[in-house]
């Protein structure tokens, strides 16, 4: 049956704006892989969709989810800027950001490179808001001192 698709449902409104920030959370922690991770995620969104829905912070739920069922052993390779729909970047930056501890990479990139609020971060790593600030404090700290940039900077 060739007919016209319905109108889109609550579950695809809901993927449509939650995939590109799935995928820009973790870029920092899967690289390349990060749309494998977040397609797991949608999946599973849909299977416990009745849950999901009524969640007050699904992606960040969902963050949590793509990680744990995505576990790589390559260390990550991080994805074109292009790819992520994010403005250019100082490409030294990108080095920069993988010499740093992976708790300090995710909070930096969520805090800063998609907009999340400390409180989203810290349910999506399962930590404190103040653990996460000192997480996003020593990392911008680090890629300062890497990239030779000023501390007021």
């Given at each position: 049956m060739g007919g016209a698709r319905s109108e889109p449902t609550a579950f695809d409104e809901f993927?449509?704006?939650a995939r590109?920030?799935?995928l820009r959370a973790l870029a920092a922690s899967r690289g390349s892989e990060a749309d494998d991770a977040a397609a797991e995620?949608?999946?599973f969104a849909w299977e416990h969709w009745?849950?999901?829905r009524a969640m007050t912070n699904p992606v960040g739920?969902?963050?949590r989810v793509a990680q744990s069922r995505t576990?790589?052993?390559?260390?990550p390779r991080l994805p074109t800027p292009d790819l992520l729909s994010v403005p250019?970047?100082?490409p030294q930056l990108v080095v920069a950001m993988l010499k740093l501890p992976l708790t300090q990479r995710t909070a930096v990139w969520l805090v800063h490179g998609c907009q999340w609020r400390y409180g989203e971060v810290a349910e999506a790593m399962g930590t404190s808001v103040s653990m996460v600030g000192n997480h996003v404090t020593r990392g911008l700290a680090k890629l300062r001192q890497e990239l030779?940039?000023?501390a007021r900077a």
């Open positions: 993927a449509r704006v590109p920030r799935l995620a949608l999946a009745g849950e999901v739920y969902l963050y576990r790589s052993r390559k260390p250019e970047v100082e030779e940039v000023p």
